[in-house]
């Protein structure tokens, strides 16, 4: 009982972890609740805009987009500033990540559809003999046609299911466009409606194409998604030691030690910057050996970077300088571990939910997406996938890494501000 009563009144002395002790998991339901109430539904209940290029521009192009117009939480994307896009533009536009999915539909592909569709509606009543013998002559003398391809790009972070969910629903919304256009032409010839056989043969196929810069042409698997997810969470995980060992330092009085011997601040934490810059990329490495030697050994594909491993150490190494920023800001504010290990923490789970570590940010609420446009985790895995995924180079991720890098210096900046002002009071 007495060391109860003495670990109550440790907690009771302790306000502000007690606080965080309670307040930051509820802050985790809530993010994650709200992460995960999307994923339970259909891929088609979430909002998501779609490319859509026409270059038919005939009867089939314009019932493709009013049909994809009238789908729930769909935004349909034909246009920017005002002018039609191209399928150049529409490939670029996926291959950057700006959108998940475009749709290109190929010029003919109505009067292909439309002389298929007479042809057979022609047949079908000349044989019932409610047609004359000569109607369709030089109609029955064409007896193939071209196949028309309709084109779906999709970014190669979008996943296996996701892509399989969107072909199916895109090919159900065509089939209903095929059968809308034969029950036409049968309404036109007969004035009445009809249920006879549809086309024969496929007139409208797909061509699944993973948008990627250059000519790779790499088909995106569960492994090249999960390991830079979890490489980086192991990275910005050092936030926890490292915070951890600055209130030791102050509670133990090995900081005020430091800090009246004649080495400048930006000395003491040159030293912490470098030590754990080498553990984070020692977390680095052995996330890919793991990746590229155990995963083959309990059925999982093996990991191989490739030549794509410098541009790899290049994220990993600014990933965790902004994590080595957030872990010193943590351990400067914080005045016990108990403050700083469980903030430390749950925050880096928050963070890691709000990157897209767990959940891709594209199936996420609208509110979510736009909060997780701030997570230093977002800008790291969108670089990691842009270099993995997308083919991209150095000058491909400059934006995500220098945002990292003013992560850094904003999350420095402000801990030895916030020490100065502790030490003047």
Same mark, same amino acid.
């Given at each position: 009982?007495?060391?109860?009563?003495?670990?109550?009144?440790?907690?009771?002395?302790?306000?502000? $972890?007690?606080?965080?002790?309670?307040?930051?998991?509820?802050?985790?339901?809530?993010?994650?609740?709200?992460?995960?109430?999307?994923?339970?539904?259909?891929?088609?209940?979430?909002?998501?805009?779609?490319? !859509?290029?026409?270059?038919?521009? *005939?009867?089939?192009?314009?019932?493709?987009?009013?049909? =994809?117009?009238?789908?729930?939480?769909?935004?349909?994307?034909?246009?920017?500033?005002?002018?039609?896009?191209?399928? /150049?533009?529409?490939?670029?536009?996926?291959?950057?990540?700006?959108?998940?999915?475009? !749709?290109?539909?190929?010029?003919?592909? &109505?009067?292909?559809?439309?002389?298929?569709?007479?042809?057979?509606?022609?047949?079908?009543?000349?044989?019932? &003999?409610?047609?004359?013998?000569?109607?369709?002559?030089?109609?029955?003398?064409?007896?193939?046609?071209?196949?028309?391809?309709?084109?779906?790009?999709?970014?190669?972070?979008?996943?296996?299911?996701?892509?399989?969910?969107?072909?199916?629903?895109?090919?159900?919304? #065509? &089939?209903?466009?095929?059968?809308?256009?034969?029950?036409?032409?049968?309404?036109?010839?007969?004035? =009445?409606?009809?249920?006879?056989? !549809?086309?024969?043969?496929?007139?409208?196929?797909?061509?699944?194409?993973?948008?990627?810069?250059?000519?790779?042409?790499?088909?995106?698997?569960?492994?090249?998604?999960?390991?830079?997810?979890?490489?980086?969470?192991?990275?910005?995980?050092?936030?926890?030691?490292?915070?951890?060992?600055?209130?030791?330092?102050?509670?133990?009085?090995?900081?005020?030690?430091?800090?009246?011997?004649?080495?400048?601040?930006?000395?003491?934490?040159? $030293?912490?910057?470098?030590?754990?810059?080498?553990?984070?990329?020692?977390?680095?490495? !052995?996330?890919? #050996?793991?990746?590229?030697?155990?995963?083959?050994?309990?059925?999982?594909?093996?990991?191989?970077? $490739?030549?794509?491993?410098?541009?790899?150490?290049?994220?990993?190494?600014?990933?965790?300088?902004?994590?080595?920023?957030?872990?010193?800001?943590?351990?400067?504010?914080?005045?016990?571990?108990?403050?700083?290990?469980?903030?430390?923490?749950?925050?880096?789970?928050?963070?890691? /939910?709000?990157? *897209?570590?767990?959940?891709?940010?594209?199936?996420?609420?609208?509110?979510?997406?736009?909060?997780?446009?701030? &997570?230093?985790?977002?800008? $790291?895995?969108?670089?990691?996938?842009?270099?993995?995924?997308?083919?991209?180079?150095?000058?491909?991720?400059?934006?995500?890494?220098?945002?990292? #890098?003013?992560?850094?210096?904003?999350?420095?900046? /402000?801990?030895?501000?916030?020490?100065?002002?502790?030490? /003047?009071?």
């Amino acid at each position: 009982m007495v060391s109860a009563y003495k670990e109550i009144m440790l907690l009771l002395r302790d306000w502000g $972890g007690l606080a965080i002790l309670f307040f930051m998991p509820s802050v985790l339901i809530i993010t994650i609740t709200l992460i995960q109430e999307s994923t339970f539904k259909a891929v088609g209940e979430s909002a998501l805009p779609i490319v !859509l290029v026409d270059e038919d521009q *005939g009867e089939i192009g314009s019932l493709i987009a009013q049909n =994809m117009a009238k789908a729930p939480n769909v935004q349909l994307i034909d246009e920017i500033d005002g002018k039609p896009l191209s399928d /150049a533009q529409a490939r670029a536009l996926v291959s950057d990540g700006k959108y998940q999915i475009a !749709l290109v539909i190929p010029k003919g592909i &109505s009067e292909e559809l439309n002389e298929k569709v007479n042809h057979n509606v022609d047949k079908i009543l000349g044989e019932f &003999s409610l047609t004359e013998a000569d109607t369709s002559t030089k109609k029955q003398e064409k007896t193939t046609w071209e196949v028309k391809e309709i084109t779906i790009y999709f970014d190669p972070a979008a996943g296996q299911t996701f892509r399989n969910s969107m072909k199916n629903s895109i090919e159900q919304m #065509l &089939s209903k466009v095929e059968v809308e256009k034969i029950y036409a032409v049968f309404q036109g010839q007969m004035g =009445m409606d009809n249920d006879p056989a !549809l086309l024969n043969d496929e007139i409208i196929t797909f061509r699944e194409v993973i948008a990627q810069k250059g000519k790779d042409g790499i088909i995106p698997n569960a492994v090249q998604h999960n390991v830079p997810a979890w490489i980086l969470f192991g990275i910005f995980f050092i936030v926890v030691p490292l915070g951890i060992n600055l209130v030791k330092e102050k509670n133990l009085g090995t900081y005020i030690r430091l800090r009246t011997s004649p080495v400048s601040y930006a000395i003491i934490l040159g $030293g912490k910057i470098i030590t754990y810059t080498v553990i984070c990329l020692i977390q680095f490495v !052995l996330m890919l #050996l793991i990746a590229k030697y155990i995963f083959p050994l309990i059925g999982l594909i093996e990991f191989d970077p $490739g030549p794509k491993l410098p541009v790899m150490v290049l994220i990993a190494f600014v990933s965790g300088l902004a994590a080595i920023g957030l872990g010193i800001l943590i351990g400067t504010v914080a005045e016990t571990q108990e403050q700083s290990a469980p903030f430390g923490a749950i925050f880096v789970i928050i963070l890691a /939910a709000l990157g *897209g570590v767990w959940v891709p940010t594209f199936i996420m609420p609208e509110i979510m997406q736009k909060v997780s446009a701030f &997570s230093p985790m977002n800008w $790291g895995i969108s670089a990691f996938y842009d270099v993995i995924l997308r083919n991209g180079t150095a000058a491909d991720i400059a934006q995500p890494l220098c945002y990292l #890098l003013l992560f850094f210096a904003v999350t420095m900046t /402000a801990a030895i501000f916030y020490d100065k002002r502790h030490q /003047a009071n």
